[in-house]
């Protein structure tokens, strides 16, 4: 891939470099997960954010969001009273209450375009910052 001349240079300049970025996390990651005197806690956000510097992508194209939002309400009252006289005497009364309420959310978001590799320096430079620092001159071979 570092060699196809039909990916542009850039974009394999990029790849090369994401590709030895994750081999420095990952020997890192190594040497963390075996050296009991480490703080795991304090390290891991590191090596996350060490990780997610060196591996953003970018949308190179358009980008459209659609949002639809409904709502409906309806309320139906029904009351309904009678009074029977008859020979035997009866009163009746009744009543009944219908609502029906709906709400709805619809949010829809499409993306087009080239995906392309990114490797944020300042992200990747304050992970190393703080790896060396929290390592305290520990040596990773």
């Known amino acids: 891939m570092y060699s196809d001349p039909t990916i542009p240079l850039p974009e394999r300049a990029t790849r090369l470099l994401v590709d030895t970025l994750l081999a420095v996390h990952e020997a ?21 954010h060490l990780a997610e510097s ?4 970018q949308i190179l194209g358009s980008v459209s969001e659609e949002s639809t939002a409904s709502s409906a309400d309806s ?44 490797v944020h320096f300042g992200g990747v430079g304050k992970a190393f910052e703080a790896l060396v620092k929290d390592l305290e001159g520990r040596h990773i071979g």
């Open 28 to 48: 890192i990651l190594t040497f963390v997960l075996g050296d009991r005197e480490v703080n795991l806690s304090r390290l891991t956000p590191l090596l996350d």
């Open 54 to 57: 060196a591996t953003e992508v």
């Open 75 to 118: 309320t139906a009252d029904t009351d309904s009273n009678s009074l029977k006289i008859s020979s035997t005497p009866s009163v009746e009364f009744g009543g009944s209450l219908l609502r029906t309420m709906t709400n709805g959310h619809q949010a829809k978001v499409a993306r087009s375009g080239v995906e392309r590799h990114r």
